[in-house]
């Protein structure tokens, strides 16, 4: 019989030799027949700890490594997207304003004092 092969994402490679993989897949609702996305994650045995968050692998099945492993990691289908992080110099960035150096705004008149002066104005 041969052995199933799942496509997922790594969602955690917190456990030593254990990433856990999120498998989904689209179904059609029985009654409103919207398609659905369906995921179930799957915990696959990575010997050498190769692979991390984030990266797209295909996993197969194998007999029980233990209580949760029962699929192994077969090859790596995508790379993860590191997102680009910079840090800017604190001396180089530009001066933040001050609060003396913003100029000041008139305060708004509430509604009442608005009715009061209108009715000065009339009389």
Same mark, same amino acid.
């Given at each position: ?12 490679? *917190? ?11 689209r ?41 949760? *492993? ?41 509604? *009442?004092? *608005? ?6 104005a009339d009389?």
């Amino acid at each position: 019989m041969p052995k199933r092969v799942l496509t997922g994402t790594v969602v955690s490679d *917190k456990g030593d030799k254990t990433i856990v993989v999120r498998v989904e897949r689209r179904v059609k609702h029985p009654l409103y027949g919207k398609i659905i996305k369906l995921s179930k994650k799957y915990h696959a045995h990575d010997a050498d700890n190769a692979f991390h968050t984030g990266e797209i692998v295909r996993i197969q099945e194998c007999a029980p490594v233990s209580k949760l *492993k029962t699929w192994a990691v077969v090859d790596r289908l995508g790379v993860a997207k590191a997102a680009e992080i910079e840090i800017a110099d604190p001396e180089t960035s530009a001066p933040t304003k001050t609060p003396e150096a913003a100029p000041e705004k008139p305060a708004k008149a509430s509604k *009442k004092a *608005k009715a009061k002066a209108d009715a000065d104005a009339d009389a």
